[in-house]
């Protein structure tokens, strides 16, 4: 009894690996189609147009954005549908002809988002 005990800790512990690896995989792509183009691949604001936005695009990698993500979780990725800016996202896209295809943001995919992000913050120490 105690063996298949023991198995299945280990059968559940390897789903949880696989259903987080998952969800950071979700993140990863959603940032990647969607975020790099401006934040760049290294979240510091390094994208093709960083600096065709007016105003630019932030490091999301810097202190302030490091304290405002730990104290307000969500907070930068909820700016994608709450848009604080207006319009500056589309149209900095529209104007750079870069055209996106609409995605239907889910909870799962804010969260995602919001995780593979700090994640990657909190690896550029």
């Known amino acids: 009894m105690k063996i298949v005990f023991i198995a ?7 789903t949880q690996t696989s ?5 950071n995989a979700n993140g990863k792509n959603l940032y990647l189609q ?7 691949t290294d979240i510091k604001a390094t994208g093709p147009l960083a600096n065709k936005s007016n105003p630019p695009t932030p490091d999301l990698t810097s202190s302030a954005f490091k304290k405002r993500l730990n104290d307000y979780p969500g907070v930068i990725v909820s700016s994608i549908i709450l848009r604080p800016n207006g319009d500056l996202i589309p149209r900095t896209l529209r104007e750079n002809g870069v055209k996106l295809s609409p995605h239907a943001w889910s909870v799962k995919d804010l969260r995602d988002l919001n995780q593979y992000m700090g994640d990657v913050i909190s690896q550029k120490r």
Request: aromatic content about 6%.
């Open 8 to 14: 299945s800790l280990g059968i559940l512990s390897l």
């Open 19 to 23: 259903l987080a690896f998952a969800e």
């Open 34 to 40: 969607r975020c790099s183009m401006c934040h760049g």
